[in-house]
């Protein structure tokens, strides 16, 4: 990969930790939302988008080895080599994401799962 000029590295390097972090946020919130549409036993379409949403990041995560594609970005940039280094997150979550979140979209989809399946049933 080509070398960049401090200079250069050092805003680019900010601006992909800034997009990852509103991409956190995004997902995040879609996690949430998913987990709270379903105690409130309401699996329609919007809770279905932010499913699809999650899943679809999911994909993209473990079908880049179980790390973000943005961290080696951001490695290239200048970043230290380790944990999720391209993101605006105190260092204890920033290093607990996948054990934080995961579990939480797993409870959200065998409710929603559920909540269809009784729905479903006469």
């Known amino acids: 990969m080509r070398e960049w000029p401090l200079a250069v590295r050092r805003p680019l390097y900010i601006g992909v930790k800034a997009i990852h972090s509103i991409a956190f946020l995004i997902l995040q919130t879609a996690i949430l939302y998913f987990l709270y549409k379903g105690v409130r036993r309401e699996s329609d379409r919007h809770a279905a988008m932010a499913g699809v949403l999650v899943g679809g990041e999911c994909a993209i995560y473990a079908g880049n080895g179980f790390r973000c ?29 996948a054990n934080i979140y995961g579990p939480l979209f797993a409870v959200a989809l065998a409710i929603h799962v559920r909540n269809v399946w009784k729905r479903s049933r006469p």
């Open 69 to 97: 594609p943005l961290t080696g970005v951001a490695e290239a940039l200048g970043a230290a080599s380790g944990q999720v280094t391209d993101i605006f997150l105190p260092k204890r979550l920033a290093d607990n994401i």
